[in-house]
């Protein structure tokens, strides 16, 4: 079964830290671009972070530039987001979603349209 499965959501208290990994299971990432999403209850979902397979290049949308670090260890078949100096406005479900079709992260804003394979989501509060 082709799946990914998110991990590592929690409740932190401000200026806390979380590291969500995003772990891939009937298939390899390796050739995949890599995309992290949260949705705030109300909200629409947001692109946050993106990793490409061509170069390996990282986006980050700007409110999590310098907070969030996403990165991926292909030996664990895993990619994870590091996510440091977290603020109540962080508090989402947070999924990841993967596609092998293209080389490069698009813009961050319609990153969703391009990634087909999506997790279930794991859920960051941070309390202030």
């Known amino acids: 079964q082709l799946q990914l499965v998110e991990s590592g959501g929690g409740l932190v208290h401000t200026g806390g830290s979380l590291r969500l990994s995003c772990a891939a299971s009937?298939?390899?990432?390796?050739?995949?671009?890599i995309g992290w999403f949260r949705q705030a209850p109300g909200k629409e979902r947001e692109g946050v972070s993106c990793i490409s397979v061509s170069d390996g290049s990282t986006y980050y949308a700007d409110s999590v530039k310098g907070r969030f670090t996403i990165s991926r260890d292909n030996a664990k078949n895993t990619v994870y987001l590091q996510m440091n100096g977290l603020k109540p406005e962080d508090t989402a479900v947070y999924y990841c979603?993967?596609?092998?079709?293209?080389?490069?992260?698009?813009?961050?804003?319609?990153?969703?349209?391009?990634?087909?394979?999506w997790g279930q989501g794991t859920l960051v509060t941070v309390s202030s």
């Open positions: 009937g298939f390899t990432l390796d050739y995949y671009v």
């Open positions: 979603a993967a596609d092998p079709k293209i080389g490069s992260c698009p813009y961050l804003p319609e990153l969703h349209k391009y990634l087909g394979r």
